[in-house]
């Protein structure tokens, strides 16, 4: 079974504040997304990354940054957190031909 | 770029009943569309996925069609359990990017 895993399953933070959130996955997928997860708003694609040190920025980039050093990490930087980010934080992996994607728990943040 | 619309937001089937959920999308090149199902506190998991070149697929209870021409894609569940219940999203896209619906909360009455 293929297993993503997220570093916390729930945060607070307060606003300013630099927040990492890391992902690690065991498939040795060439993929891995992070996604922002809000009622009403779906799921909404921040960054992705097809290789090591590559990334290319999704639908709403803005505020956030990535960092992939290894293949089966992938992790999300807040630089300066602020009230609006306040959300629920999804990683996914996945293959590079296929399409699929597996999601990890996810980890619910707070900025207060 | 692709923009993957879901209907119903909410649905409350009796248990043995039959659920569908719909999405539609926009973009022709799209080619994969997977489905979600989320259950409270958890991460999405992938319940089935169909490619543009199958019409329709089936996993026990669980099935969805494709309808390339008219780019809509349902997914069907046939005589639905309380454990059915959960948010389920539809997803549509390629390879390395996929859009998703914006969910529909099943519920199943026992």
């Known amino acids: 079974d293929v297993k993503v895993t997220q570093s916390s399953r729930y945060l607070v933070k307060r606003t300013g504040e630099k927040v990492f959130l890391e992902c690690v996955q065991d498939m040795d997928h060439e993929n891995m997304f992070w996604y922002r997860q809000d009622p009403g708003l779906g799921l909404r694609l921040i960054y992705f990354s097809y290789d090591v040190k590559m990334k290319e920025k999704g639908d709403i980039p803005e505020g956030y940054s990535v960092s992939r050093e290894k293949k089966e990490r992938f992790s999300l930087i807040l630089e300066s957190a602020s009230t609006n980010q306040t959300s629920m934080y999804l990683c996914?992996?996945?293959?590079?031909?296929?399409?699929?994607?597996?999601f990890g728990p996810g980890t619910r943040l707070t900025v207060t | 770029g692709e923009n993957v619309e879901q209907h119903p937001s909410t649905l409350s089937v009796q248990e043995g009943d039959s659920a569908v959920i719909k999405c539609t999308y926009s973009?022709?090149?799209?080619?994969?569309f997977p489905w979600y199902k989320q259950e409270l506190g958890k991460g999405p998991q992938l319940i089935i996925d169909i490619r543009s070149n199958v019409g329709e697929k089936k996993d026990q209870r669980i099935a969805v069609t494709l309808n390339k021409t008219a780019k809509h894609f349902s997914l069907h569940i046939t005589e639905t359990q309380p454990e059915d219940s959960a948010v389920y999203f539809c997803?549509?896209?390629?390879?390395?990017?996929?859009?998703f619906g914006t969910g529909t909360r099943l519920t199943v009455i026992p």
């Open positions: 996914a992996s996945g293959t590079r031909d296929t399409g699929e994607q597996y």
């Open positions: 997803g549509g896209g390629g390879a390395n990017n996929l859009f």
């Open positions: 973009d022709s090149a799209s080619n994969y």
